[in-house]
């Protein structure tokens, strides 16, 4: 296992955090645990997807991010941000007029990532063709390149080592600012981030020595201050700002807009859920043969992304009506403005399994812990309550084993050692203010949490 | 440390979830992917089989440091002719389960393709027993 912390984007408010057990459910990879009373999330383990946030009563998650404040170092301030960003937007807004208020925000040139995505598409076509792994896995979503990573190594050859679309807008933009004359030091990109795991994986992308970006702005807090300034009516043209946007560059990021271009051979799943179930079925040798297989950690593609605003149907139903008035992308036209040598930036380092979940190097030693769990596990409840700060009752005993919980944190079997007279209720009562914080058991009636949480 | 699961002749539905339990242990012991693979894939046929065309059944594994034993009990019909039925492309299998997507008659050599030492025994009228063994 490795001791290295590695970098994620999702943090615990503290001040915020009430120590429920709702972000603790719904974690994929069980990488959180209630310790003092508040979330506590395992780097090594989380990947980034989002789901707490989701969860979360009190909003006590947040990712780190920048501000606009920081478009004042640049002369050249360009906007990097993925098509969901306009489909949130109620239809009254246009995106000319979305448009127009980055500007007046202080951006100077605004590129939606999408516009070159048809070299992406030949790029991950080469690769499906000569693909030795069959189905090739989509890169595109970094919360499930993640997931692969630690949760099913097998398949981590067959994730397609293409980079995503920011970094090929990112390269983009400084190509043409620097054909115009400007120097890198004065060209500050900015990428909108619709979600943690993409946050995440730009400001620590796999195999490289720094990130492309110069800044990591929240679509949450963008979408807040395009609201304050957005006019109503258009006052300039911006069009030919995306003159190489084309329709499947706006659907890339929904349900199929990776799979459509490899037709029947490929399947799309949206949901970290349902792709940890497609994923355990694939290890087990029972997906049908495909060319392809595209997953989406959040349902509806990234018009679920957790930093999006609006409602992911709606976001779906205007993308899908933006794209139908935009050229498909064979028919457009991007070797023009392409710089030179993309293809080469266009591969990603080869992808590591990662693996967080082995209980032991030692294969001895795993075993032996192993055993342990099983011996635990009969004297646990399996009533998977949470009281005890984690999961369920496998994950207590994994924790256990691991020396990073005690039997008493159980408090079923508290209950039984308090009448075998083991230990003390004052004993009892140390060990639940462990897990859940002093004066949790105090009556309050100004708590948060625990009222109309329910339907 | 070992794992046992009862099969049940003919729910098709329940199949893969022994195959599905063994993986997630192979991995907490950091197993090599490849070698999870195919101890996966000849659990999951042997399940199948056990479903398919037994009476039910009893699958264990034994896990030790070197590898892991799996073993499948069931309890009857009991297969004639083995040497028959680990033919590729060979099956009894009724025409329902054919439908289904199962009794290709892939499953036996498909097994031994899959682990590295393999038993069978058998007798009409008893039952099947069939052995593998992978090493990690």
Known sequence: MRKVEKYHAIKVDTEKCMGCTHCMKA???????????????????????????????????????????????FKYRVALFPSVMIGQFPDIYSEGMIYEALMKLGFTHIFEVEQPISLLIDSITENVNSAKNKPAISSFCPAIVRLIQSRYPSLVDNI???????DLAACYALDILSKKGAARDEIGIFYVSPCSAKMAAVKNPVGEAESIVDGLINMTDLYNLIMGVISKEEKQDTSSLRKNLTHDGIVWSLPRGEARHFKRKSMAVDGIHNVVKILERMENGEVPELDFLELKSCHQGCSGGILLTG?????????????????????????????RGIKDKLRAAPIQPNYVFALDTDRVKALEKLQKVDRILCQLPGIDCGSCGAPNCHALAEDMVQGDAKMTDCIFLQNRYLNENKITVAKATRNLEKAWGKKRFDADCNKKGGRNEGF | MNLEFDIVSGDFSMAGRASSQIKKVLKQLQ??????????????????????????????????????????????????DIDLAMQTGYSTASKQVRNMGFGAGMGLPNIKKNTDELAIKSKVGVGTTLTFRNYF
């Not at chain 1, 992911?312 to 899908?320: G, I, K, M, Y």
């Not at chain 1, 009506?321 to 403005?337: G, H, L, P, T």
């Not at chain 2, 264990?60 to 892991?68: N, P, S, V």
Request: hydrophobic letters at 40%; aromatic letters at 6%.
């Open chain 1, 27 to 73: 974690c994929p990879t069980e990488a959180i645990r209630i310790k003092g009373g508040v979330a506590a999330i395992n780097a090594n383990r989380c990947v980034d997807c989002g789901n707490c946030l989701r969860a979360c009563p009190v909003n006590a998650f947040y990712v780190n991010h920048d501000t606009l404040e920081q478009l004042n170092n």
């Open chain 1, 160 to 166: 397609v080592p293409v980079k995503a679309p920011h």
């Open chain 1, 311 to 339: 409602n992911r149907f709606l976001t779906v139903e205007r993308l899908q009506k933006r794209s139908k008035r935009y050229a498909i992308a064979s028919q457009n036209e991007v070797s023009d403005f392409i710089c």
């Open chain 2, 31 to 80: 197993v090599e992917p490849k070698v999870i693979k195919r101890i996966v894939v000849a659990i999951y046929e042997a399940e199948v089989n056990v479903v398919a065309h037994s009476l039910g059944g009893k699958l264990t594994a034994l896990f030790d440091e070197k590898g892991i034993e799996i073993e499948l009990k069931d309890n009857g019909p009991g297969i004639a």
